[in-house]
DNA sequence: TTGGCTGCAAATATTTTGCACTGGC
DNA sequence: GCCAGTGCAAAATATTTGCAGCCAA
């Protein structure tokens, strides 16, 4: 069973309602690794459904991140990303340029959390790690 | 020479105008590792300085960030938060109950970045790590 | 003296919320 | 049919910007 599956029976299960919109924004979080935005959801659903509204997209991510299947990206000034494939901690590689986030292979983090635990007291539930730079296609074009 | 006065150093050698309000600003920004918000500082500064306003606020921190000498720690729900002591990328650590923010020792990132470098062809510039918990007071008030 | 800086207010951008209507179950 | 979900609009929050007046150099 893929991840769209999953969580449509999560929603299933837990009594909430199952409805178009509501099964676009699960496809749109869950097809692709891309991050996206509550925009760029809100512009690739109105394709299929146009009459689709922002509010909902907002509703539903606050909905699936209240059940923990979201990783969501704040940001200050550019709009927040979500992450519904992976909805744990780990590190992500940001494109100043073209805004794309991508999930870079690296294990040795879970390693720092622990250090860090023992060292100062705190309790750390989680932790967002970010990588600022460049990509290979945004070096090329300049 | 102390943080502050290299600050207003770097001001005058740049030709900008040194202001009470500025001077107060730098004080606060570099005289506690407290990392403030916006408001935290205009709240400071409203003691002394009765008619200093938000917006100037915001503007000596945008003219300190440009010169690259304060690190602006971005929220989206919460306000940012700077870091006018150590400009640099480095690690800190969120009480999520209190907000506050503290420098923990911990030297194995900057090895972290050379690896995601190596990884995937990015050209990394700087990074972003938070460690989100509950600090010892807040534990034991509950 | 002069133009960079300040302070007020308005604008901007993103996300949240209130509420009447609608449609999933 | 009931009430959770939707859609619109308004509110809330944080930060930025425009502009008239002021003051540091």
Redesign the interface.
Known sequence: MDRYDYLVNRLKELNHRITPQRLAILKILTSSDSHPSAEMIYDQIKAEFPFTSFATVYKTIALIKELGEVLEL????DS?RYDGRRPYSH?H?I??SCKKI?D???D??N???K???K??????????????????EC?KNR
Do not use: A, K, Y
Request: hydrophobic fraction near 35%; include cysteine.
């Open positions: 704040e940001f200050s000034n927040n590190p590689l494109c100043t991508l870079p292979d690296l040795s983090v390693h720092l959390q250090e860090i635990v060292e100062t007291g705190f309790t750390v539930t989680n932790h967002r790690l970010d990588f600022f730079g460049i990509c290979p070096q």
